[in-house]
């Protein structure tokens, strides 16, 4: 079995390959074929291009520095902090395709350049983005990591640009060559590397924000791959190139913004749950009782509460330990959570307390709902054996107090648990024996 799934996993690992390979040489035809095309020179598009891309670069850098903040995951940190900036080198080459300048007809051919510039930046960022997650993957000082990111990130850029200051502007000294651009080959390395790279790490972190990530950087592949197809300013290859990099942008701002948004959702989820249980919280139920209150008052329809305390909680403990008082606890909240209805709020009211509201509900409802609940714990085979006491209040709209409403309940529940006292013997669990090493 271990050799048949070896031998799966490597042909999952040759299609893969595989596949970008064909993707890969399918660009690359598709820009060699668009080198016969004949377009006008519009600088205008190529401006709109690059505005679009530089905004859509700023929002992913906010946005993967919201998710820094709320994960410590560093390939956030540095991937915003480099985007900034290289939003910041595709708004001064949209300055130079719109020719806002006085001198730009003089400064356009550099406009190639400039992107050249604009694509080093990220692609340097996400391998050394991939360098730093992989020996330290959590932060420990988010704020001065953010500043430290974006400096280092300054001074990749300043090195970059004077490196690059001495380069012939023309576009393509060999426009007859294969590859007419061959520069735009090193970006294209770069992000080739991030992207297998890339891959590693979606073993361990399969989240949206990564999955785009790695196909957006599979489109700067591309993207590169297109524009050494150039082979004079402003022509269809080069246009082609850009397309894919605006398109690379928006996958991964839309990969980012989705997983924000289920982080959000997570804390949120986290901040209204048992961490324990996964029932509703205090301030949860609390909720959930304000509403019901005000929907009562507005349509004179009742609902009640009920609430159980599990019985002889502090017996089991010392019976079992506490890892079983946990799982009991549980339990009580599955049977909760499976058998009432979904209109029903199930919550953790306290240690071994728990509310459950019934909107819509009077008393005789009530005392069938904890009739069903006392039988579902009555079956249950899974030792030690469950039992709760339950108090029961119904809100008819006039006017009283939630504390008020718990206290009823809890005095009928510590009621029902001092009869069941005086009725039935003291609970005893024999403690487990426990194996000599």
């Not at 205008?44 to 291009?49: E, H, I, V």
């Not at 915003?80 to 900036?85: H, K």
């Not at 592949?221 to 050494?228: F, G, I, K």
């Not at 942008?249 to 996964?278: C, I, K, Q, W």
Request: proline share 6%.
């Amino acid at each position: 079995m271990g050799q048949t799934s070896l031998s799966s996993h490597a042909r999952t690992r040759t299609t893969i390959f595989l596949s970008h390979v064909g993707g890969f040489l399918l660009v690359i035809l598709a820009a060699y074929w668009l080198r016969s095309l004949t377009i006008p020179r519009d600088a205008l598009l190529q401006g709109y291009l690059e505005v679009i891309s530089s905004l859509l670069a700023f929002v992913f850098a906010a946005v993967t520095l919201v998710r820094f903040q709320g994960t410590q995951d560093r390939i956030s940190l540095i991937l915003g902090a480099g985007f900034f900036l290289s939003g910041g080198v595709l708004i001064a080459t949209g300055v130079l395709f719109f020719q806002f300048l006085p001198d730009a007809p003089h400064l356009l051919p550099w406009a190639p350049i400039a992107w050249w510039l604009g694509r080093i930046i990220p692609a340097v960022l996400v391998v050394a983005a991939l360098l730093v997650e992989h020996f330290m993957p959590r932060s420990r000082h988010p704020k001065r990591e953010i500043a430290g990111a974006l400096l280092a990130a300054v001074a990749v850029t300043y090195g970059l640009a004077a490196a690059l200051r001495h380069l012939p502007p023309q576009v393509s000294p060999h426009p007859s060559a294969f590859f007419p651009s061959p520069q735009q080959l090193l970006p294209g390395a770069l992000f080739l590397v991030s992207l297998f790279w890339y891959r590693r790490r979606l073993t361990v972190e399969d989240s949206s924000f990564d999955r785009t990530m790695y196909a957006a950087v599979w489109l700067n592949v591309a993207a590169q791959l297109a524009a050494a197809q150039s082979a004079r300013l402003m022509d269809a290859p080069f246009v082609f190139a850009q397309g894919l990099m605006v398109l690379g942008y928006t996958v991964a701002l839309g990969g980012a913004l989705l997983d924000n948004a289920r982080l959000f959702e997570r804390v949120r989820h986290m901040a209204v749950s048992d961490p324990l249980t996964g029932l509703a919280n205090y301030r949860r139920l609390l909720d959930v009782l304000e509403n019901e209150t005000e929907r009562t008052d507005r349509s004179g329809r009742p609902f009640a509460v009920l609430l159980l305390d599990v019985d002889g909680l502090k017996l089991i403990n010392d019976s079992y330990g506490h890892l079983v008082g946990s799982r009991a606890i549980c339990r009580l909240a599955d049977i909760l959570r499976i058998h009432c209805r979904a209109i029903d709020t199930a919550a953790r009211y306290g240690g071994d307390e728990f509310a459950l509201v019934l909107p819509e509900s009077q008393e005789d409802e009530a005392h069938r709902v904890a009739d069903r609940i006392r039988q579902v714990m009555a079956n249950d085979d899974e030792p030690p054996a469950l039992s709760a006491s339950m108090g029961i209040a119904v809100y008819r709209g006039d006017g009283e107090r939630i504390e008020k409403l718990l206290s009823e309940a809890d005095q009928q529940l510590y009621a029902e648990k001092a009869k069941r006292a005086s009725r039935v013997p003291a609970l005893t669990y024999p403690r487990p024996r426990v194996p000599r090493l």
